[in-house]
């Protein structure tokens, strides 16, 4: 297919500027030292990410993923190779907030209600009582939860929950949000609705999107680019720009383009294995 590209720094189309890189990863590898022998988590990874792409991380359990977001998110030292992030280190990146996480487990804080929730963060970093409060319903109605302010997290279904997280995460508005497997623990109808509205919300802002997911029907629904990945040592087998449009909605998922592309997805993962 014309539109898959084996992963290579110059990944774009020829007649488009391609767009400015938020994350550039360079022959990277990452080796834990544990007590017994070491571990190659991800080996050679070279990657481009550019401004506003939506890019999922996709491959089998303990291939590497987490540890590439932890690499790009500057939660983890590479051992060899370079990180830049909008074209400074990881660290720095961090130092001026380019990040959001999302995380599995929506982490909310039991004691604090929703709105409290998500004024934290933006307390700590140094903002009013009012202009936080102001600032969280914003995000709070992005994400569709407008009247759910003085709820508790454990008064919230799990997807409700997602949702305030990515609200949280969203609040300080970072460059790059960093989501790793946000709705792994959901059920396949709640996941399907979010997956609708993250794509919208995407669709909106156009932020970058570094997502993780072990699903293949979530990775081709909301990516631009899906990068997959080998079992361990985590190296990339593929990296497929995706012909798909822009504008998504959930009917698309039986389209012939769809499932051309999620059987790529399925071939580069099996690939992968036997490589
Ligand atoms: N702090 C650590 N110390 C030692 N080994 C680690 C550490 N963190 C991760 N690993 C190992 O590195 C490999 C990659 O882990 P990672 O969590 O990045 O994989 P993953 O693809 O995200 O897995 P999953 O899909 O199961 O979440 C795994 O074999 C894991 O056991």
């Not at 030292?77 to 660290?91: D, F, Q, R, Y």
């Amino acid at each position: 297919m014309n539109s898959t590209v084996v992963s290579s720094p110059a990944a774009t189309s020829s007649t488009a500027p391609p767009p400015r890189l938020a994350v550039e990863v360079r022959n990277a590898s990452v080796v834990y030292q544990t007590a017994d022998s070491p571990v190659h988590a991800l080996s050679d990874i070279d990657l481009n990410i550019g401004e506003g792409e939506f890019v999922s991380l996709i491959g089998p359990s303990g291939c590497g993923k987490t540890t590439l977001m932890r690499v790009i998110a500057d939660l983890e030292k590479i051992s060899a190779g370079e990180v830049l992030v909008n074209g400074v280190t990881p660290h720095d990146a961090r130092l001026a907030r380019a990040y959001g996480y999302v995380f599995q487990a929506p982490a909310l804080f039991p004691w604090r209600n929703v709105l409290a929730n998500v004024t934290l963060p933006l307390q700590i970093q140094g903002k009013g009582r009012a202009e936080a409060k102001a600032t969280a319903l914003e995000h709070l109605a992005r994400v569709g939860l407008t009247g759910f302010e003085g709820k508790y997290p454990w008064q919230l279904s799990g997807g409700m929950q997602q949702r305030v997280s990515i609200a949280r995460a969203l609040s300080f508005e970072p460059k790059i949000l960093m989501m790793d497997e946000p709705f792994g623990a959901l059920d396949e109808i709640t996941r399907d609705r979010l997956n609708e509205q993250l794509q919208e919300l995407w669709q909106r802002e156009r932020r970058t999107v570094v997502f993780v997911t072990h699903s293949i029907a979530e990775a081709v629904y909301l990516s631009t680019k899906i990068v997959v990945m080998s079992p361990r040592p985590g190296r990339i087998v593929k990296v497929i720009d995706s012909p798909l449009p822009n504008e998504r909605h959930l009917g698309l998922r039986d389209t012939p383009a769809f499932m051309e592309l999620a059987h790529e997805v399925r071939e580069a993962l099996a690939d992968g294995h036997h490589g």
